[in-house]
């Protein structure tokens, strides 16, 4: 029995008796039907029930419903840096983080379509904790964050789930992605937290934290939509955060969220992977003399990457202009756009409450802001 037995995806051997387990759930059943709306049921059970590895699954199964939900829910995908990625390299993909299904699947889907490796990703366990979405978790080699542990027990948590990695990168050549934070980014400003790198370099042994980084192939990821599909189940926290309140989840409403992320309109989606952090990390360790300071200044560098990659939609420059009463970047919009985009405003938040108003229009403003301060910075 391995010690990464409870957190890992299945393994090949495994795969086709915990198909068997789901085949008639009916949410298998809902997906199915989504994907393949032409096929008898019968004929995609049969086809699942010959499956016997996760790659089979994935290309098979997982990737037509990804071009299902990207046909029915956006107005296309498009990418770029996939072509500077090499076949052979595992990378550790540092990815913001706006959705809890998609930002994966739809990187997983890009490399796929480009010839290049799928990963394994780190999903946290408050989402699968319905045994038909663990089972589908660990079928498309998802490994399991466990959350909301007592400070020991977390503590080896992240020794194991840091093992697990450097397991994936160095023994299996396997891609890794993680979110730069834990949870996703509501409010649009996207930067990473300085836990997740240190939970990272827990297994580096006795190398410095900024020669394991090197090591681990490091590549930015920037991921945006047009439209956030979750923007409206988003709000109640931002309101409380900006009450100083303790915002307390509803039941089920990661579950909600997570139906509404992947059927709900996003219109257009664009991802940017960068190269590896060489060259950075170099200049890390020439310029910060101490551990604390190389982690932040890594946090800086994945931050600036994602922030400086980040395609901006016309939503995020209306939204800037509109939270700032300015027309600075009307030229990055028609006004069919902006009607659109205020429709959406007032269908979502009221109007009256210039909290609300203003927490929505920061989500999409955001990213427009952190750029320009970033060309500032440079």
């Not at 590549?219 to 309140?245: G, Q």
């Not at 300071?293 to 994945?302: E, G, H, N, T, Y």
Request: glycine content about 4%; proline content about 3%; some cysteine.
């Amino acid at each position: 029995m391995s010690k990464f037995d409870h957190i890992r995806p299945f393994y090949d051997t495994e795969v086709n008796k915990a198909i068997l387990g789901i085949v008639d759930d009916p949410m298998m059943k809902a997906i199915m039907n989504f994907t393949f709306p032409e096929m008898e049921d019968n004929e995609w059970k049969k086809q699942l029930s010959r499956t016997h590895s996760i790659r089979d699954f994935q290309i098979n199964f997982i990737y037509p419903a990804i071009r299902m939900v990207l046909k029915k829910s956006s107005e296309g995908l498009s990418y770029s840096g996939f072509d500077k990625l090499d076949q052979h390299t595992a990378y550790l993909f540092i990815s913001n983080h706006r959705d809890i299904i998609l930002d994966t699947s739809l990187l997983n889907y890009t490399l796929y379509n480009n010839g290049q490796m799928m990963t394994s990703s780190a999903i946290g366990d408050n989402l699968v904790k319905k045994p038909f979405l663990m089972a589908l978790s660990r079928l498309t080699r998802n490994f399991i964050v466990q959350r909301g542990l007592p400070a020991r027990e977390l503590l080896e948590s992240s020794k194991l789930m840091s093992a697990y990695i450097q397991e994936l990168l160095m023994h299996e050549n396997r891609s890794v992605w993680i979110a730069q934070r834990e949870g996703r980014t509501k409010d649009g400003n996207d930067a990473t937290h300085k836990g997740v790198l240190k939970m990272i370099s827990m297994a580096r042994g006795e190398q410095s934290e900024m020669d394991y980084f090197k090591q681990l192939n490091i590549v930015p990821v920037s991921i945006s939509y047009e439209y956030d599909p979750t923007d409206m189940l988003k709000m109640p926290e931002l309101m409380a955060k900006s009450r100083e309140e303790v915002y307390v989840k509803e039941k089920n409403e990661d579950f909600i969220t997570l139906l509404n992320g992947i059927i709900g309109q996003k219109k257009r989606i664009h991802i940017h992977v960068d190269t590896a952090l060489d060259q950075e990390i170099d200049l890390i360790v020439k310029s910060a003399d101490s551990p604390n300071k190389q982690f932040q200044a890594l946090c800086d560098v994945i931050d600036d990457k994602i922030i400086a990659n980040y395609k901006l939609w016309p939503t995020n420059y209306i939204a800037h202009d509109l939270l700032n009463n300015s027309d600075q970047f009307a030229v990055e919009y028609s006004a069919d756009e902006k009607e659109a985009f205020e429709k959406r405003l007032e269908n979502g938040v009221d109007t009256k409450d210039d909290v609300a108003v203003k927490n929505f229009l920061a989500m999409y403003a955001n990213p427009v802001t952190n750029q320009e301060a970033l060309k500032v910075k440079e």
